[in-house]
């Protein structure tokens, strides 16, 4: 099968398309034959190992010292069972799914194996591969920020880096929660996150939304790019700022924040649910929630597509598509 295989940290040039065997599964593994996959900043981001100081060492003995031990990235995947293991249930040849691939990654390729710790759901009816491929890192880590600042109907919320895969889907999900909601990010991306609901947009190169005198309910930065005083200072009484990318010296700053004053700051990684995955089947299903594909890319363009992603430009997703025998 085809693959792009990564043998080194560093720039995009370092993946190259190959032929490598086509993996079998186990007793416990279900092989997938990959429709879709995303690029993420987070991919760009492991690629080249540019890790939050707090979790680089246990990260980087994970994945490798000196190079990679894993050889093909891609954390998200949709696509159709081609076999399973003995001891799996619930699936069976020909059924359409999408799921997480774990820290095991292997989405650039035609075939992955995935093992049943991994969540694996059917996709959403009427929805396309690559609209499912998007939900299981954008739609979750949506899902899981808007619940850490425990967004309510009537509150403002602020999301810094709002135009990529997470913002796109935080803030829809935050707009039927019934919250009021302010979006941060290039001008280029302004009139599509109208389009998906935005009360407010802000054009990060022109105005900094940590001076405009504006306070919010919740704060949720995405990019973890906002200064970290004046951000705080942006919050109303009992304001919750959500560290979306979080970096040591915020969480340390953090933890004092919220114990010396009544405003709570907020850092969480998120964790892979089937109910997550369900509960946002079914808003795609219903339509009311909606994937932001900006381009679409056949595997052997993969260095292209990570230039892309690392530029900042994107709106919503990246998509990748194997060659389909």
């Not at 035609?110 to 093992?115: A, F, H, I, M, N």
């Amino acid at each position: 099968m085809k693959a792009m295989v990564w043998t080194k940290y560093g720039p995009p040039e370092l993946m190259q398309l190959q032929e490598v065997e086509q993996p079998v599964p186990k007793d416990n593994e279900v092989l997938v034959k990959v429709h879709a996959a995303t690029v993420t900043a987070g991919d760009c981001e492991l690629r080249r190992f540019d890790i939050a100081t707090w979790i680089w060492l246990p990260v980087r003995l994970y994945m490798g010292i000196l190079k990679p031990r894993i050889h093909i990235l891609g954390q998200e995947v949709a696509g159709e069972v081609e076999a399973v293991g003995a001891k799996i249930k619930g699936l069976k040849p020909g059924d359409a799914i999408f799921a997480e691939c774990g820290m095991g990654f292997g989405a650039y390729a035609q075939y992955l194996c995935l093992s049943n710790e991994r969540v694996i759901c059917h996709k959403p009816e009427h929805a396309s591969y690559e609209e499912a491929a998007t939900i299981p890192t954008g739609g979750i880590n949506a899902l899981h920020f808007l619940r850490k600042g425990n967004v309510t109907a009537g509150e403002h919320l602020l999301i810094n880096g709002a135009g990529g895969s997470i913002g796109t889907y935080l803030l829809q999900l935050a707009k039927m929660a019934g919250a009021e909601v302010s979006c941060v990010d290039r001008g280029n991306k302004l009139d599509m996150l109208l389009e998906l609901g935005a009360d407010h947009v802000i054009d990060y190169t022109k105005q900094d939304f940590t001076k405009n005198a504006q306070t919010y309910d919740v704060i949720i930065d995405i990019v973890g790019g906002a200064p970290y005083k004046r951000t705080v200072n942006s919050l109303r009484m009992k304001g919750r700022y959500v560290l979306g990318n979080p970096r040591l010296p915020a969480m340390l700053r953090g933890l004092w924040t919220s114990w010396t004053t009544n405003k709570k700051v907020i850092s969480a990684l998120a964790s892979y649910k089937l109910a997550d995955f369900l509960y946002l089947k079914e808003l795609m299903e219903a339509g009311k929630l909606k994937a932001v594909i900006d381009k679409r890319y056949p595997l052997e363009q993969l260095v292209e597509a990570h230039r892309y992603v690392e530029q900042g430009h994107k709106k919503g997703h990246v998509i990748i598509t194997p060659p389909q025998d």
